[in-house]
């Protein structure tokens, strides 16, 4: 038996890299999915081989700069598995790569909205449904990115 068996988690950003392989190894371990990120292909490929190998997962694309999104996922998770357990909020930008000047505010804004404002409306959603199930685990990707001296440009 693995620690996640039975658990139920939101991924976010699980379209590639660190949050693809998240939900493919949380899914070994037992856990039943919800899974986001913008790109639906990417997202649908991945729910269908998370279910091919006998898991549960379902895709829920969408932009998790935007509050109705959080919400949608965890109704998700409660009326499809249950309820929530975990949440690993991966999902993340860097925005345009092109010198700060260059850089507008509305590209800003969406830095900020996907990196920070994401992660308090996740939690405003995520942590009720875990409460509501005697605890849970909110886990926040973070990046080297905040803590380099920067990029050129």
């Known amino acids: 038996m693995s620690r996640l068996d039975n658990k139920i988690a939101i991924i976010t950003g699980a379209g590639s890299g660190i949050g693809r392989a998240a939900a493919l190894l949380f899914a070994r371990q037992g856990a039943r999915l919800v899974i986001s990120a913008r790109r ?4 649908e490929e991945l729910a269908g ?3 091919d190998a006998g898991g549960a997962a379902i895709a829920v694309p969408g932009d998790v700069s935007e509050e109705a999104h959080h919400q949608m996922l965890v109704e998700t998770a409660q009326a499809e598995f249950g309820g929530l357990d975990i949440a690993f909020n ?15 505010m509305a590209e800003w804004q969406d830095v900020v909205a996907v990196n920070l404002t994401s992660g308090f409306l996740a939690a405003k959603y995520q942590l009720p449904a875990m409460e509501a199930r005697g605890g849970g685990s909110l886990v926040f990707t973070s990046t080297f990115v905040g803590y380099t001296a920067g990029f050129p440009g």
């Open 40 to 43: 639906r292909q990417q997202l």
């Open 49 to 51: 081989e998370i279910r």
């Open 90 to 104: 991966n999902a993340g930008t860097t925005g345009p790569v092109c010198p700060l000047t260059a850089l507008s």
